[in-house]
């Protein structure tokens, strides 16, 4: 065959079967700051321990990890955005997001996701239910497809692990 012509993937070949697909997990204000910030709340584990445990789990499902963080609600939903783009296109199979602050206040945040038909697992390292009854409500919860709360910082591992089920393992 000439090398100008296109090579069709031979359907045997086990290259043609796997897909990349991303996860992303994203996390919303003041989450930069864990490890110190209120421990006896949120532990001691850093947002760089959270990624490498996300890391692990994301390798053994085989999937890559796209982990951010930001403490700006837009760029938090330029984000939802870009994960539902990716979703659409076959490239991701949805997030998992701690919206931190902003789920207790922000419509802009469930605005993207169901915009962008994103599926998100929602998130909170604490459980927020035990807590003060301004972090009872979570306007990201009536989007999600699933809530983990309260499992401390191994609650972002079972949750791209829920993901992953939900998208169909
Ligand atoms: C949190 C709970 C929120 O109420 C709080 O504003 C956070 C973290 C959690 O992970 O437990 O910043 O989302």
């Given at each position: 065959m000439p090398d100008s012509l296109p090579q069709r993937a031979d359907p045997r070949s086990p290259v043609r079967s796997r897909r990349v697909t991303t996860v992303f997990v994203l996390n919303g204000p003041n989450l930069n700051l864990l490890g110190g910030r209120e421990p006896?709340?949120?532990?001691?584990?850093?947002?760089?321990?959270?990624?490498?445990?996300?890391?692990?789990t994301a390798a053994e499902l085989g999937l890559t990890l796209d982990f951010r963080q930001s403490n700006?609600?837009?760029?938090?939903?330029?984000?939802?955005?870009?994960?539902g783009a990716a979703v659409a296109a076959g490239?991701?199979?949805?997030?998992?997001?701690?919206?931190?602050?902003y789920s207790h206040t922000s419509i802009a945040l469930p605005d993207a996701i169901?915009?962008?038909?994103?599926?998100?697992?929602?998130?909170h390292i604490s459980n927020v239910h035990k807590r003060e009854p301004f972090r009872h409500h979570s306007y990201v919860s009536a989007v999600a497809a699933g809530v983990v709360v309260g499992f401390g910082v191994i609650g972002y591992q079972l949750a791209i692990r829920g993901l992953h089920q939900l998208r169909g393992g």
């Open positions: 006896e709340v949120y532990g001691t584990a850093t947002l760089a321990d959270v990624e490498r445990l996300c890391r692990e700006q609600e837009g760029e938090l939903v330029d984000w939802l955005q870009e994960a490239a991701g199979i949805g997030a998992v997001l701690n919206p931190a602050a169901e915009g962008a038909r994103l599926p998100v697992v929602e998130v």
